[in-house]
Each structure stands twice: as structure tokens, then as C-alpha cells.
């Protein structure tokens, strides 16, 4: 048996037609979803993109949760086993951020191949003026960076086959039909759309805004929109949904190729998303905290070889592909790994119960430090803002206001705090340091004891270990030629 994991970066669980939304245009998601076993409760784990990463490839939440970091020498991975059982293991991406600046997400794999031009790559070194932009670059996320890169990776395309998703899909399938006599194979592709920058080609956008003028925001800087001119917000979503559809239309392609060549019957299809993302909703943009379903609400599907189709409300995180693939394939993990996720095999054969009561979405805590933190807690019921300030908490009931609009809190004291006391034990149980959990406790006495308590070289590590290569700092970006010595 086969298998393909098929991850779509940034891909909103309420923009895929088969889950309720009657606007946005997903036929093949759709069709899909009415041949696989669909997870309604999917939810990110770390966050966001090469965090996620981490999660799956690695079966772990991290010691709460995997920085944004390369994948470290050490780390076994799931196609690494999957590669030491005797599958051809194959990684065709177009997320720039798998391997750049050495981030090592290819190193698993037999082979890789990186369709260039999204994002941070740095792709080209053209002339791009003010004149390539569609918007005013004080509007754009990261203008002197990554930004300017993005619009000079994409400025000069002119067909729909031009563009990355198009070029990824059909890599992804060719790859197909050079290596299906392969006795089996482990295809994983990595989609960086729908992420932005949200330009897809205008008949996509047309769509859903047709006939707009004005400025077109398809970097948009992260936070608030509120200032911005309501057409502006409305089209940047319209962007957002076009790009949905265009992505929807290649996988779509994708799908089908794996049919032609009677490859479908015996391959096991995942397609699933790291985390959403804010397009007008709430009057923001990006991935700001706090982490409403807008956000930690995520696409989870699996198509089985003569697996009936069927929706579930079990909860699932990132974590859990590892040990289910395994499962499936019959592959055993090394009982020394550490694996933190939970297979989802016993649920797929008939078993109703959950393996899991809650979900949890959270960018890395490397240390404690004041006004530091947000949890996103997610039960059956209810969706829980967790802070180390006991004052910033807030809680929604999903079941009578899932646009998560009236915090409840004060209402449902109890819920609240059985619901942080659920996170203090996801802490413990993933590993979290005395001084981390100290902190979540709000307790400034017990955090203090156990910094003093701490042995010197512990708590060092704790504090600064996994700082290494936590992000990119604005210096490790290569400024642009143009924006980043006076914008044009």
C-alpha cells in the first residue's frame, strides 16, 4: 500500500465547501471528502508553519511546543521509518521554508524537489519598482524583506501554469508516473497555498469580488485592518477565497492523475492543514493571537483503500499522522522515540470513543517572561483562551456561539478552570519544564523557587537552548535591492 500526504499551508476548515460553506468553490475537496474519513474536530498543535512540520514529522508536541527551528540532527522522522521499511520516499514542495537557511525538512526523504518563488525564497534578483506593486508598500507585510522578494518571484507571471501551485501539482505528478513500479512509495507534498501572498490569477478572484478597483492587499501586514477602507478588506478575502479555489483545482488535478494511472486503489490519500488564518474576520489579517477557530481549526481527511466515507467528531492534532501512518503501514516506531501522538486506527476501524478530551494550539514558550503566553484549549463544547494572567483568560461556548462572539467566563467559572487545570496537565505531560509550568500556574512564588532551585546549567539550557535557530530574526533576512534602500 501506498501513500501520499498532501498539506495545504494556511487552508481555513470553513473555506472547504464539504464542510458548510456554500460561497467558496472546493468541487474537488468536496469529492474528496465524500470518498475519505473526515475530521471535523482537527486541530493545530504548534504553531504555526514549520512548528507544525515538526509535529508531524516527528510524532511530538515538542516539550511544549516545537519552536520555530530546523529539524534537528538528531530527530527521527516519520519518512525516515517509512524509508528504512523499503518505501521510495518522495517530498515535492513549493514551502520555501522546508529548506531554506538549512532548515533540513528534505533530509528524510530519498529525494526532494522545491518548486521555487514562494515567499522568502529568494528566487530572483529583477527590477521591481512601485509600479509592480498592486498596493501601497506600508501595507505589506514585511515591505523591505520578504515581501518586496515575494513580488519579485511572482510579478512577471502571465498564464495560471506559471504560478507555483499549478507547477507544484503537476511535479507532484509526474512524479507519479516515473515511479509507479515502484513496489511502493511514500509521496509527501507540501502546498504553501493558500497561504499569502494571496495572488492567484484574476478569473479566480473574479469569482468572488468581480469588478473591484482599488488597492489589491496580497501581502497584507499581520494585525489589524480596522483602518482600512471596507472595499479593501473585502477584496483581500476575496483574494484569499480565489486562492483557495485555484489550489482546489490542482489538487483536484493531482487527484485525478493518481486515478489514471490505477494507483488510487491501493494508496492511502491524506490531505490536511497546519493552521487557518485571519482574512477580514474580526477586522484582521495573519495569524495574531488569540487563536480563534479562524485559526486552530484545521482540514484533516483520510481516504482509505476500501474504507467507507464517513465524518467524525474525534479530536485530532498534528502529532497523531505519525503513529496513524505507521500504523497503517505496519511500520514500527523504535519504543525509545517518545512519540506524543496517538493513532487514529482504532477510530478508523470502528472505534467510537476519542483518543483525545482536548486539543491544544500554541506557539513555542521557550521561557517565562512577562505578558508572554497564549493557549488555545479546544473540548467538545467549548474553546478556552488560556494566559498566565488569570485575567486574560476567556472562554465560548461552541455550542451556542461558535463565531465565538460573547466570552462566558465569568458564567462558567468551573468550565474555565477544569479547563486550564486540563493544560497544566497537557504541560506535565509533554515534557514542560517545573519553571514553565510554574509560570501557566500564574504563581509568581512558585516560578521564583523554582528558578532558585534550578541547577544552573538546566535552567540555562530551559532559557536559551532552543533559542537557537527559534526564528529568523529582521537581520537574517536579505533586504530588497529596492525597498530596502528607500521604496520607490
Same mark, same amino acid.
Given at each position: 500500500?501506498?501513500?501520499?500526504?498532501?498539506?495545504?499551508?494556511?487552508?481555513?476548515?470553513?473555506?472547504?465547501?464539504?464542510?458548510?460553506?456554500? +460561497?467558496?468553490?472546493?468541487?474537488?475537496?468536496? *469529492?474528496?471528502? *465524500?470518498?475519505?474519513?473526515?475530521?471535523?474536530?482537527?486541530?493545530?498543535?504548534?504553531?504555526?508553519?514549520?512548528?507544525?512540520?515538526?509535529?508531524?514529522?516527528?510524532?511530538?508536541?515538542?516539550?511544549?511546543?516545537?519552536?520555530?527551528?530546523?529539524?534537528?540532527?538528531?530527530?527521527?522522522?516519520?519518512?525516515?521509518?517509512?524509508?528504512?521499511?523499503?518505501?521510495?520516499?518522495?517530498?515535492?514542495?513549493?514551502?520555501?521554508?522546508?529548506?531554506?537557511?538549512?532548515?533540513?525538512?528534505?533530509?528524510?526523504?530519498?529525494?526532494?524537489?522545491?518548486?521555487?518563488?514562494?515567499?522568502?525564497?529568494?528566487?530572483?534578483?529583477?527590477?521591481?519598482?512601485?509600479?509592480?506593486?498592486?498596493?501601497?508598500?506600508?501595507?505589506?507585510?514585511?515591505?523591505? #524583506?520578504?515581501?518586496?522578494?515575494?513580488?519579485?518571484?511572482?510579478?512577471?507571471?502571465?498564464?495560471?501554469?506559471?504560478?507555483? #501551485?499549478?507547477?507544484?501539482? $503537476?511535479?507532484?505528478?509526474?512524479?507519479?508516473?516515473?515511479?509507479?513500479?515502484?513496489?511502493?512509495?511514500?509521496?509527501?507534498?507540501?502546498?504553501?497555498?493558500?497561504?499569502?501572498?494571496?495572488?492567484?490569477?484574476?478569473?479566480?478572484?473574479?469569482?468572488?469580488?468581480?469588478?473591484?478597483?482599488?488597492?489589491?492587499? #496580497?501581502?497584507? *501586514?499581520?494585525?489589524?485592518?480596522?483602518?482600512?477602507?471596507?472595499?479593501?478588506?473585502?477584496?483581500?478575502?476575496?483574494?484569499?477565497?480565489?486562492?483557495?479555489?485555484?489550489?482546489?483545482?490542482?489538487?483536484?488535478?493531482?487527484?485525478?492523475?493518481?486515478?489514471?494511472?490505477?494507483?488510487?486503489?491501493?494508496?492511502?490519500?491524506?490531505?490536511?492543514?497546519?493552521?487557518? #488564518?485571519?482574512?477580514?474576520?474580526?477586522?484582521?489579517?495573519?495569524?495574531?493571537?488569540?487563536?480563534?477557530?479562524?485559526? +486552530?481549526?484545521?482540514?484533516?481527511?483520510?481516504?482509505?483503500?476500501?474504507?467507507e466515507a464517513a465524518r467524525t467528531g474525534a479530536i485530532w492534532q498534528?502529532?497523531?499522522?505519525?503513529?496513524?501512518?505507521?500504523?497503517?503501514?505496519?511500520?514500527?516506531?523504535? @519504543?525509545?522515540?517518545?512519540?506524543?501522538?496517538?493513532?487514529?486506527?482504532?477510530?478508523?476501524?470502528?472505534?467510537?470513543?476519542?483518543?483525545?478530551?482536548?486539543?491544544?494550539?500554541?506557539?513555542?514558550?521557550? $521561557?517565562?517572561?512577562?505578558?508572554?503566553g497564549h493557549a488555545a484549549i479546544t473540548a467538545r463544547d467549548w474553546?478556552?483562551?488560556?494566559?498566565?494572567?488569570?485575567?486574560?483568560?476567556?472562554?465560548?461556548?461552541?455550542?451556542?456561539?461558535?463565531?465565538?462572539?460573547?466570552?462566558?467566563?465569568?458564567?462558567?467559572?468551573?468550565?474555565?478552570?477544569?479547563?486550564?487545570?486540563?493544560?497544566?496537565?497537557?504541560?506535565?505531560?509533554?515534557?514542560?519544564?517545573?519553571?514553565?509550568?510554574?509560570?501557566?500556574?500564574?504563581? @509568581?512564588?512558585?516560578?521564583?523557587?523554582?528558578?532558585?532551585?534550578?541547577?544552573?546549567?538546566?535552567?540555562?539550557?530551559?532559557?536559551?537552548?532552543?533559542?537557537?535557530?527559534?526564528?529568523?530574526?529582521?537581520?537574517?533576512?536579505?533586504?530588497?535591492?529596492?525597498?530596502?534602500?528607500?521604496?520607490?
Amino acid at each position: 500500500m501506498n501513500f501520499v500526504v498532501i498539506t495545504l499551508d494556511t487552508l481555513r476548515y470553513d473555506f472547504v465547501g464539504a464542510n458548510g460553506n456554500d +460561497c467558496i468553490r472546493t468541487p474537488n475537496l468536496d *469529492r474528496f471528502a *465524500r470518498q475519505a474519513v473526515c475530521f471535523d474536530r482537527a486541530y493545530a498543535g504548534s504553531f504555526p508553519t514549520v512548528p507544525y512540520r515538526t509535529d508531524v514529522f516527528t510524532g511530538r508536541f515538542g516539550r511544549p511546543f516545537h519552536p520555530w527551528a530546523p529539524l534537528a540532527w538528531e530527530a527521527v522522522t516519520l519518512p525516515e521509518l517509512m524509508r528504512n521499511a523499503g518505501y521510495v520516499t518522495m517530498l515535492v514542495h513549493d514551502t520555501p521554508h522546508l529548506v531554506n537557511y538549512g532548515f533540513g525538512f528534505d533530509r528524510p526523504f530519498h529525494g526532494w524537489e522545491m518548486i521555487r518563488g514562494q515567499e522568502v525564497d529568494r528566487y530572483r534578483t529583477d527590477k521591481v519598482t512601485r509600479q509592480h506593486l498592486k498596493f501601497d508598500p506600508d501595507k505589506m507585510r514585511f515591505a523591505d #524583506t520578504y515581501g518586496a522578494q515575494s513580488v519579485r518571484n511572482f510579478f512577471d507571471f502571465a498564464a495560471e501554469e506559471d504560478h507555483c #501551485t499549478p507547477r507544484l501539482f $503537476q511535479t507532484a505528478a509526474r512524479w507519479l508516473e516515473r515511479n509507479r513500479e515502484h513496489e511502493r512509495f511514500f509521496l509527501w507534498i507540501d502546498s504553501f497555498s493558500p497561504h499569502e501572498p494571496w495572488d492567484p490569477p484574476q478569473h479566480y478572484v473574479d469569482l468572488y469580488d468581480p469588478g473591484y478597483e482599488g488597492e489589491v492587499l #496580497t501581502f497584507p *501586514r499581520y494585525g489589524s485592518v480596522a483602518h482600512l477602507p471596507e472595499h479593501e478588506v473585502r477584496h483581500m478575502r476575496a483574494l484569499y477565497a480565489g486562492l483557495v479555489t485555484m489550489t482546489d483545482r490542482w489538487v483536484g488535478y493531482f487527484l485525478d492523475h493518481l486515478n489514471l494511472l490505477g494507483l488510487a486503489e491501493d494508496t492511502v490519500v491524506i490531505i490536511d492543514s497546519d493552521h487557518g #488564518t485571519y482574512a477580514g474576520d474580526r477586522l484582521m489579517a495573519g495569524k495574531e493571537a488569540p487563536h480563534y477557530q479562524e485559526i +486552530c481549526h484545521t482540514v484533516h481527511m483520510m481516504r482509505l483503500p476500501g474504507k467507507e466515507a464517513a465524518r467524525t467528531g474525534a479530536i485530532w492534532q498534528p502529532a497523531d499522522l505519525m503513529p496513524t501512518v505507521l500504523e497503517l503501514a505496519g511500520v514500527d516506531a523504535p @519504543a525509545d522515540l517518545g512519540v506524543q501522538g496517538v493513532s487514529a486506527v482504532p477510530l478508523l476501524r470502528g472505534d467510537p470513543a476519542s483518543a483525545r478530551d482536548i486539543a491544544v494550539t500554541a506557539g513555542a514558550i521557550v $521561557q517565562p517572561q512577562p505578558g508572554a503566553g497564549h493557549a488555545a484549549i479546544t473540548a467538545r463544547d467549548w474553546a478556552f483562551f488560556d494566559y498566565p494572567d488569570p485575567a486574560r483568560r476567556a472562554l465560548f461556548d461552541l455550542r451556542n456561539d461558535p463565531g465565538q462572539e460573547r466570552n462566558v467566563i465569568a458564567e462558567h467559572p468551573a468550565v474555565a478552570a477544569d479547563l486550564h487545570d486540563a493544560f497544566l496537565e497537557f504541560l506535565a505531560k509533554h515534557e514542560a519544564s517545573p519553571h514553565l509550568i510554574a509560570y501557566w500556574k500564574g504563581d @509568581a512564588a512558585a516560578l521564583e523557587a523554582a528558578i532558585a532551585a534550578a541547577d544552573t546549567p538546566a535552567y540555562a539550557a530551559f532559557r536559551g537552548g532552543q533559542q537557537r535557530g527559534l526564528g529568523l530574526t529582521p537581520r537574517s533576512f536579505v533586504r530588497s535591492p529596492e525597498f530596502g534602500q528607500g521604496r520607490p
